[in-house]
Nanobody, 129 residues
């Protein structure tokens, strides 16, 4: 499996922005993988935030639609999550995930954990209110 590493988390005030990054520790190409971002707030279940499949189709949770953008920089083998207009409900540990296309390419399943086989350790995002 891939060894994914997230970065870019931190503390911001309400209305601020952050950009999270995710890459394999051995710089594996992400082009053949579905990639997703999930988050888990303290005391709550982990939930899907955004995903992109191998065809480039993106999916967003309703709570972040219009504020977050998922993208891949294939030349750098890096996945990004641009987060704008952050609010206190966005405070969570954010996890990057990768899955093989034969399991994860359906956009109807792209925000469910079971289609992803590799996970990072998480990066904390804290939004002060």
């Amino acid at each position: 499996q891939m060894q994914l590493v997230e970065s870019g988390g931190g503390s911001v005030q309400t209305g601020g922005s952050l950009r999270l990054s995710c890459a394999d520790s051995r710089n594996t190409s992400l082009i053949d993988y579905c990639m997703g971002w999930f988050r888990q707030a303290s005391g709550k279940e982990r939930q899907g935030v955004a995903a992109v499949n191998t065809y480039g189709s993106t999916t967003y949770a309703d709570s972040v639609k219009g504020r977050f953008t998922i993208s891949k920089a294939n030349a750098k083998n890096t996945l990004y999550l641009q987060m704008n207009s952050l609010n206190s409900e966005d405070t969570a540990m954010y996890y990057c995930a990768a899955g093989l296309s034969n399991r994860c390419n359906s956009v109807t399943r792209s925000l469910t954990e079971y289609v992803y086989s590799s996970w990072g350790q998480g990066t904390q995002v804290t939004v002060s209110s």
